[in-house]
Structures are given as structure tokens and as C-alpha cells.
T-cell receptor
Framework: EAGVAQSPRYKIIEKRQSVAFWCNPISGHATLYWYQQILGQGPKLLIQFQNNGVVDDSQLPKDRFSAERLKGVDSTLKIQPAKLEDSAVYLC??????????????FGPGTRLTVL | DAKTTQPPSMDCAEGRAANLPCNHSTISGNEYVYWYRQIHSQGPQYIIHGLKNNETNEMASLIITEDRKSSTLILPHATLRDTAVYYCIVRVPQGGSEKLVFGKGTKLTVNP
């Protein structure tokens, strides 16, 4: 079974530029998550989709971050404009059914963003 | 905020058992304990989860105390490839979704 795919793996931009990350979840997984992981910390949930609807975006900085999952499959996370503090690894995860207590999340390899 | 406390780092000799502790004294009766690990430059990987009873799978064993206030993840025969950050997570109900809240985890180093 193919895992969660993410691209690009690495991205370097200057502050105030925009950037987009792409995620393709495991086939058949209804729930998709985006996490931000700053160096030395654990991942922090930014947004959770159930199919193409948002379940939780309470920690998404909506003035600069946006995410979409238009057809309920792959997803894009965008930052515009980027700040220095956005330097982090952005992880995508998917699960079969996010509403189930024992649902397991499977993570992609992440995109490492460096903002100069 | 994370609801668990873990030591920041641990060492283990290759071939020996690695016992990683986790305190979750405020856990509620219906909250599960999950363990994930993250090898350098990779995304987190699911290891095991449990509610009350001890659990075992091909990767590890999970021992949960009777009062459920702490647990221990056991890697029975640690290898160099088990060097990673191990996260103990209490799964938090969140408006119909059960989100994972990661702390800083324990950095396990397996030495040859």
C-alpha cells in the first residue's frame, strides 16, 4: 500500500514570498491533517479535513495560511506571505476515519521549509 | 497542551530492552494512550495504543498501570534503527474528531 505522498521535500524562500505544499493521502482515507513541526518540538496540528470539509482549523494562522481539499482527496497548504518563524517541517497525515477513537494516523515524510 | 510527561532523553544498549516511561496523571476514563516515534528526517510512525489492558504487537509492548496514570513502552530487543524520538500521546476528543497533541517526546539513543 502506498503511503502519504508530499512534495516538495525541501523549499527555501525569502520572507514575504508565498509557498505551497501538496499532499496526497493514502487511498480511501477520508481524513487529512496538516501539522507544523518546529525544530526541537513535536508536531502541532494546523488543520484537519474530513473528506473536503474542515473539522478543526483552530490553530491555523488564517491571516497567512490557507488550505484546501477540493475533491476530498489531495490537499494543498499555502503560506502567503511567509515569515521567518514559519521555518519548519510541514507534515501531512491521513486516517481512515478521523472520528473514530482508535483511528490511526499515517504521516508523510514532510516538507522542510526554510524562510530567509 | 500535551497531557503527558516524558524524560527528554534516554540511552539503551543494542539488543537490550528499552523501557520508555510516560506520566499521564490527568487522563480521563475514555482516553487512549498512543505511542508514535519519529526517526530523523521522517514523519511520525504509529507504534501502539491502549486503553486499560497491556498491549503487544510486532513492534512493542505497552504496559499501563492499573490507575492509568502512567504507562511504559517496551522495545524488547532494541536495535540501532530504533534510535528516534518517541512520543506518548493521550488522545483528546475534539468536537467529533480525536486529535493528537504531541509533546516534545523522549529522544532514545540505541548504542552499539
Amino acid at each position: 500500500e502506498a503511503g502519504v505522498a508530499q512534495s516538495p521535500r525541501y523549499k527555501i524562500i525569502e520572507k514575504r514570498q508565498s509557498v505551497a505544499f501538496w499532499c496526497n493521502p493514502i487511498s480511501g482515507h477520508a481524513t487529512l491533517y496538516w501539522y507544523q513541526q518546529i525544530l526541537g518540538q513535536g508536531p502541532k496540528l494546523l488543520i484537519q479535513f474530513q473528506n473536503n470539509g474542515v473539522v478543526d482549523d483552530s490553530q491555523l494562522p488564517k491571516d497567512r495560511f490557507s488550505a484546501e481539499r477540493l475533491k476530498g482527496v489531495d490537499s494543498t497548504l499555502k503560506i502567503q506571505p511567509a515569515k521567518l518563524e514559519d521555518s519548519a517541517v510541514y507534515l501531512c497525515a491521513s486516517s481512515l476515519d478521523g472520528g473514530a477513537y482508535t483511528d490511526t494516523q499515517y504521516f508523510g515524510p514532510g516538507t522542510r521549509l526554510t524562510v530567509l | 497542551d500535551a497531557k503527558t510527561t516524558q524524560p527528554p532523553s534516554m540511552d539503551c544498549a543494542e539488543g537490550r530492552a528499552a523501557n520508555l516511561p510516560c506520566n499521564h496523571s490527568t487522563i480521563s476514563g475514555n482516553e487512549y494512550v498512543y505511542w508514535y516515534r519519529q526517526i530523523h528526517s521522517q514523519g511520525p510512525q504509529y507504534i501502539i495504543h491502549g486503553l486499560k489492558n497491556n498491549e503487544t504487537n510486532e513492534m512493542a509492548s505497552l504496559i499501563i498501570t492499573e490507575d492509568r496514570k502512567s504507562s511504559t513502552l517496551i522495545l524488547p530487543h532494541a536495535t540501532l534503527r530504533d534510535t528516534a524520538v518517541y512520543y506518548c500521546i493521550v488522545r483528546v476528543p475534539q468536537g467529533g474528531s480525536e486529535k493528537l497533541v504531541f509533546g516534545k517526546g523522549t529522544k532514545l539513543t540505541v548504542n552499539p
